[in-house]
T-cell receptor, first 112, second 113 residues
Framework: NAGVTQTPKFQVLKTGQSMTLQCAQD?????MYWYRQDPGMGLRLIYY???????DKGEVPNGYNVSRLNKREFSLRLESAAPSQTSVYFC???????????FGNGTRLTVT | GDSVTQMEGPVTLSEEAFLTINCTYT??????LFWYVQYPGEGLQLLLK?????DKGSNKGFEATYRKETTSFHLEKGSVQVSDSAVYFC????????????FGKGTRLSVIA
């Protein structure tokens, strides 16, 4: 009954360091998403993958890359972290693009 | 483009008070509408949804009616509890194609005993 699992839960990076946020879902969903949540800004879509083998930019893709490794897994990579990327990152999945989303519990990232 | 506007928070209510959180939208066509709730330290969870005009979504005592004439989907609850303290997000998606949800900025609700 895991749903959407994100790792790590917390991370602190120095400016310029790189890291990958991992996300896996066990609901056989086709679509997966990465959002960031900042105070007063709500949720903003970074990238999404409508189906295995496809990825598309969302509202705020700059500074990020994604990989849809297989149907279950969708990772988000920061190649050179910046303080502006300090945020809480949420992965989500859905049966298809216009179905309700299932969210993970988030990764809290701080870039110093 | 499509957008969702929610009332700004925070909203502070006493237990058993009536809750309304306003949500209006701009979209082409006939979107589906959703309310999500985020409890502290957790991800968002679907609270309720409506897929066509005049539909009423309901769950856990919360209700929202899809009003096409006013492009609104206001969230209501007749008697809030302390456990309802959370951030509430209104969202929409088009019913055709693989278009991701568009979220409002969220409204924080605090219920005090």
């Amino acid at each position: 009954n895991a749903g959407v699992t994100q790792t790590p839960k917390f991370q602190v990076l120095k400016t310029g360091q790189s890291m990958t946020l991992q996300c896996a879902q066990d609901m056989n969903h086709n679509s997966m998403y990465w959002y960031r949540q900042d105070p007063g800004m709500g949720l903003r879509l970074i990238y999404y993958s409508a189906s295995e083998g496809t990825t598309d930019k969302g509202e705020v893709p700059n500074g990020y890359n994604v990989s849809r490794l297989n149907k279950r897994e969708f990772s988000l990579r920061l190649e050179s972290a910046a303080p502006s990327q300090t945020s809480v990152y949420f992965c989500a999945s859905s049966e298809q693009g216009n179905s309700p989303l299932h969210f993970g519990n988030g990764t809290r990232l701080t870039v110093t | 483009g499509d957008s969702v506007t929610q009332m700004e928070g925070p909203v502070t209510l006493s237990e058993e008070a009536f809750l309304t959180i306003n949500c209006t939208y701009t979209a082409t066509g006939y979107p589906s509408l959703f309310w999500y709730v985020q409890y502290p330290g957790e991800g968002l969870q679907l609270l309720l949804k409506a897929t066509k005009a005049d539909d009423k979504g309901s769950n856990k005592g919360f209700e929202a009616t899809y009003r096409k004439e006013t492009t609104s989907f206001h969230l209501e609850k007749g008697s809030v509890q302390v456990s309802d303290s959370a951030v509430y997000f209104c969202a929409l998606t088009r019913n055709s194609g693989n278009t991701p949800l568009v979220f409002g900025k969220g409204t924080r609700l605090s219920v005090i005993a």
